[in-house]
C-alpha cells in the first residue's frame, strides 16, 4: 500500500494486516525518537525504552481516528515528523510525571538528571564528548523553558527541537497538523526563541 493508503486503512477501523505493516514501516523511526528522548532526560534503559515503544503505538492505536484521520499525508517526510512529534511529546510526558513525582525527595532535579546521564554513558561506553552534549542540551533546554510561556508553549518548544535537534526545515514543521502555523509563522517562533535562549546562555 501506499503510505496514504495505509494510513487511511489504520484509521478507518481493525484491520491486523494494516497495523502490522504499520509496525513494521515506523518501528525504527519511534525507537530512535524515544531512545533520542529518553537519553535527554537521562534514563534509556533497554526495557523503559521498549515500553515507551509500545506505549507510543498504543496511543496512535487508541486515538487512531482522532490522530490519523485528520491528517492528509503531502509528502514521507510530513508524516514522519508528525509521529516524531507524537513521540517525543509522550515520552516528555512520561519523564515529566515521573520527576514531578520527585519532587520533594530533597534532592535536585537537575542533579538526577545529570548523574543519571553520566553512569548511562559510562554503562554503555558512550565517549566522554556524548555526556557533554547531553548536559549541554540540559542547559538549552533550561533556557528554552525560561523563554516560553502561556498556551502555545509545547507548540513552541517542539518547534525548537524540531529545527534544532531533528533537522526539520521551517517548511516541514508548518506541514505538522500539529503546528497551526504558516512556513513564515513557524520561522517567527524559530527566530525568537533562538535569540532568547542565546542571550540566556551568554
Same mark, same amino acid.
Given at each position: ?9 489504520? #484509521?478507518? &477501523? ?7 505493516? $504499520?509496525?513494521? @514501516?515506523?518501528?525504527?523511526?519511534? =525507537? ?7 537519553r ?10 521498549? /515500553?515507551?515503544?509500545? !506505549?507510543? $503505538?498504543l496511543?496512535? +492505536?487508541? /486515538? ?6 485528520? %491528517?492528509?499525508?503531502?509528502?514521507? !517526510?510530513? %508524516?514522519?515528523? %508528525? ?10 510526558? +512520561? $519523564?515529566?510525571?515521573r520527576?514531578?513525582?520527585?519532587r &520533594?525527595?530533597?534532592?535536585? !532535579? /537537575?542533579?538526577?538528571d545529570?548523574?543519571?546521564?553520566? =553512569? ?10 556524548? *555526556? ?7 542547559? *538549552? ?10 498556551? !502555545?508553549?509545547?507548540?513552541?518548544r517542539?518547534? $525548537?527541537?524540531? +529545527? +534544532?535537534? /531533528? ?6 514543521? #508548518? ?10 509563522? *513557524?520561522?517567527?517562533?524559530?527566530? @525568537?526563541?533562538?535569540?532568547? *535562549? ?5
Amino acid at each position: 500500500m501506499s503510505l496514504e493508503e495505509l494510513i487511511k486503512a489504520c #484509521a478507518e &477501523g481493525d484491520n491486523p494486516a494494516a497495523w502490522e505493516e $504499520f509496525i513494521r @514501516r515506523f518501528h525504527v523511526l519511534i =525507537a530512535a525518537v524515544v531512545m533520542r528522548t529518553a537519553r535527554r532526560w537521562g534514563n534509556c534503559s533497554p526495557e523503559l525504552v521498549d /515500553d515507551l515503544i509500545q !506505549e507510543t $503505538f498504543l496511543k496512535i +492505536y487508541a /486515538d487512531r481516528k482522532r490522530i490519523l484521520s485528520k %491528517f492528509t499525508p503531502e509528502d514521507p !517526510e510530513a %508524516f514522519c515528523a %508528525f509521529l516524531k512529534v507524537i513521540t517525543a511529546h509522550l515520552v516528555d510526558d +512520561y $519523564f515529566r510525571a515521573r520527576h514531578s513525582q520527585k519532587r &520533594g525527595s530533597g534532592r535536585l !532535579e /537537575d542533579s538526577i538528571d545529570e548523574s543519571a546521564a553520566v =553512569a548511562q554513558a559510562a554503562a554503555t561506553n558512550r565517549p566522554a564528548e556524548d *555526556v557533554f552534549r547531553n548536559l549541554q542540551l540540559k542547559e *538549552v533546554e533550561r533556557a528554552l523553558s525560561a523563554c516560553i510561556a502561556g498556551v !502555545e508553549q509545547e507548540r513552541d518548544r517542539a518547534i $525548537f527541537w524540531l +529545527y +534544532y535537534r /531533528d533537522g526539520l526545515s521551517a517548511k516541514a514543521i #508548518a506541514a505538522l497538523p500539529s503546528i497551526p502555523l504558516t512556513v513564515k509563522g *513557524v520561522e517567527s517562533v524559530i527566530h @525568537r526563541l533562538t535569540r532568547c *535562549v542565546r542571550e540566556r546562555l551568554v
